[in-house]
């Protein structure tokens, strides 16, 4: 049974850093790109970083770009996603989804594409 579990989300004040964890069972983690979504109330899921499953290939929406730093450990099953300078428009609840691609190594934009999923964590940043 795949798992993918969030953590590290919470409030913080703008300008505020988080950093969050998703950390994987279930599957052969190194043979998966790996990405983080949000999802604000009232708006559709949005792409916001991934990497590719050998780590090489990062890539971030225009939105958090040079805000947002997107790591994995292969040998822990873990993805993170460092955030700093939040904005209360990161505000959102925040999924990490794992796509099978290899031996391709590239990364996927959209969430049709990914297998599977997390409960998510919420993000809250207060002005």
């Known amino acids: 049974q795949v798992q993918l579990v969030e953590s590290g989300g919470g409030l913080v004040q703008a300008g505020g850093s988080l950093r969050l964890s998703c950390a994987a069972s279930g599957l052969t983690f190194s043979r998966y790109a790996m990405g983080w979504f949000r999802q604000a109330p009232g708006k559709e899921r949005e792409f916001v970083a991934a990497v590719s499953w050998s780590g090489s290939r990062t890539s971030y929406a225009g939105s958090v770009k040079g805000r947002c730093t997107i790591s994995r450990n292969n040998a822990e099953n873990t993805v993170d996603l460092q955030m700093n300078s939040l904005k209360p428009e990161d505000t959102a609840v925040y999924y990490c989804?794992?796509?099978?691609?290899?031996?391709?190594?590239?990364?996927?934009?959209?969430?049709?594409?990914?297998?599977?999923w997390g409960q998510g964590t919420q993000v809250t940043v207060s002005s």
């Open positions: 989804a794992a796509d099978r691609t290899y031996p391709g190594n590239f990364i996927s934009y959209t969430t049709n594409d990914y297998d599977y």
